[in-house]
Structures are given as C-alpha cells and as structure tokens.
C-alpha cells in the first residue's frame, strides 16, 4: 500500500497548513516540542525553523527512518513508538500534533493524566472529539477540567490534508490554567 494510505489512519497535512498550525501555536526558541504522528515531518520542518526542540513520534518504521534521514543535523529527537502510550516528557513540554485520528482520545488523555507536564498543545482531531473535549463531556474531565481549558483552533477544511480527512476535523487547543 502507498505511503499516505488510509490503512495507516494517515492524513498528511499539507506544508501550508503545517506553517498555519505551528505559526497559531506561537513557539518559543528552546520550547520542547512533542509532534505526534510526525509522519513525514511537516510539522517538524516548522517547529524547527522556529527554534524549538523537537520530539517527533512515529510508529510506521519507515517513516521513522525517513525522519532520522531527513533531520539529521537539526535539532530532533526521532522515537518509534504508539503515540497512545508514550512516555511523557519530565520537564514542561508542548504538543504540536496532527496524529492518526484513530488514537486521538487515548492521545488526549495521556497528555491531560495526572503527573503530566503539559503546558499547551495544538492538536488536529475528529470534529466530534474536539466537541466533547471543549464541552467537558470526555470521561476523566472532571479530573483535569481544573487544570486545563480547551478550545478550537483555527476552522481547518478536509481539503488541508492528502487523502482528505474523512467528516469534520478541528484543532483541539489544550492549555494549562495559571495557578492562582
């Protein structure tokens, strides 16, 4: 099967969208990034050019390889890994991430689980999910709803991804709420 096929729930996002989401995430050189389903790096390629440490995680081993071939001398760390359940980093971190829409959940609940270091993440999720996350309505968010505030991004159309995105996605903004 091609590269950017279904099988994988893969839609690239196309470079000017990727500019378009890292630009609305406003990174800061030196800030820890966290692309999640980095694919082949479009996201990467824009967090890098502003400065940032990037963690690109990506299960499909050839596309993981492609990653380390293609960011070699940059600023990169490349992880194989399901980005369901993976290892959040120790120090304060943001996520710039168009993920396999298929993980989004398990995704979202790892980044907001106790412990984490979250400071802010912008994510590309199934309109639904984006929906029930903002509404408070997501299982746990009693839990955390203290501790971060949701939000849409930018409206971002089917027509930014190659193959489309199949219904409605949206930029899911998480942010950590300043301790009072």
Known sequence: MPAGSTKWGW??????????????????????????????????????????????????????????????????????????????PRRPFRVVANPPFAISVALLRRLTSPGSRLVRADVIVPWHVAQRWIEERSPGANRW???????????IPRAAFSPPAPNGVAILVIERRRRR
């Open 145 to 155: 709803r203290h501790e971060f505030r949701c939000s849409y991004g930018r409206e």
């Open 11 to 88: 839609h690239r996002l196309t470079n000017r969208w990727a500019e378009r989401l890292v630009d609305d995430a406003q990174i800061v050189p030196g800030e820890l990034v966290l692309d999640v389903g980095a694919g082949e790096g479009a996201l990467s390629r824009y967090l890098l050019q502003r400065g940032a440490r990037v963690i690109a995680i990506e299960l499909h081993p050839t596309r993981a390889q492609l990653l380390r071939n293609k960011f070699a001398d940059a600023n990169i760390t490349v992880v194989q890994a399901d980005a369901s359940n993976l290892y959040l």
